[in-house]
């Protein structure tokens, strides 16, 4: 078996690997280095050291995008994985209708975000048009539909995972609690949520990541409206890049420092999970 694995381990992974140096090392490579280039023209470019850096920095619009961001971010994965613990718990009680009522709460996240964005903008700008108002009247109309479309698309999502998770929990434990004389609250507390925080794990790392790199429900729902101030990373960094040539570089470094940050964001929040994980076990 190990002769076997070892003859044809090349043919399997040499395509695989072939594919991914093709589709995102070579790339991904040239564009840190396009972000020390100004692009001329389309095929032409010069290098120019950090000053795309500095210039993304001392733009106005990325500092402002990227607060947006944070704070969206924030409130995002607080409120998407409160509801989606609570709806995990309430469907786990073996209501009648389980499956019905977790199929509709699923199905938001199949569907596209750019539809998503359109569809809220209509209903969000249904319910405020009788008051003379818009999504682009203000900054913070802006800001809690983002909130409450990426609640409305991931907590049925995050819902599934959780409810595989306590699904999972052992039948004994929560009896032998419940004869120890504990209340709804203690076992939740000191039964459910120490056994499930592999999946909180999960969870608040896609909800993060997820929040963090919106940009075809941005552009939908808000294009950033009113001047920009709704205007998320991604969807600023595709103004920028696409606003006229010679910012072109600007946008790749504002890329460039885009990934870095997530990927700080993600790794620090597995890197804790997983300590807090291990000091439990």
Do not use: H
């Not at 490579?29 to 972000?35: C, N, T, W």
């Not at 998770?165 to 120490?194: F, H």
């Amino acid at each position: 078996m190990n002769r076997s694995l070892k003859k044809y381990f090349p043919v399997f992974l040499l395509p695989t690997l072939l594919a991914f140096v093709i589709s995102f090392v070579i790339p991904f490579a040239v564009g840190i280095y396009l972000s020390f280039c100004e692009f001329k023209v389309i095929t032409k470019t010069e290098f120019v050291g950090f000053s795309n850096y500095i210039e993304a920095f001392t733009n106005s619009d990325f500092v402002n995008a990227l607060w947006f961001t944070v704070k969206f971010t924030a409130v995002s994965v607080i409120t998407v994985n409160i509801l989606a613990f609570t709806f995990a718990m309430m469907l786990t009680r073996g209501l009648k209708g389980t499956n019905f009522y977790r199929t509709v709460l699923f199905m938001p996240n199949l569907i596209g975000g750019i539809v998503l964005g359109y569809i809220w903008q209509m209903i969000i700008n249904g319910i405020l048009y009788p008051f003379q108002q818009t999504l682009y009247s203000s900054a913070d109309y802006g800001f809690w539909g983002m909130v409450i479309l990426t609640n409305w698309q991931l907590v049925g999502y995050m819902m599934i995972i959780y409810i595989a998770a306590i699904q999972n929990i052992p039948g004994n434990m929560i009896e032998a609690a419940k004869v120890d004389g504990a209340s709804s609250v203690q076992i939740l507390r000191n039964v459910t949520v120490p056994m499930v925080s592999p999946a909180f794990t999960i969870c608040l790392f896609l909800t993060l990541t997820n929040s963090f790199k919106m940009f075809d429900q941005n552009l939908a729902l808000t294009a950033g409206q009113p001047g920009k101030e709704t205007a998320m990373l991604a969807l600023d960094i595709f103004n920028t890049f696409y606003s006229r040539i010679g910012y072109a570089g600007v946008g790749q470094a504002k890329a460039v420092v885009f990934f870095i940050i997530v990927a700080l964001i993600a790794g620090t929040q597995l890197w804790l999970s997983r300590r807090k994980y291990e000091a439990e076990v």
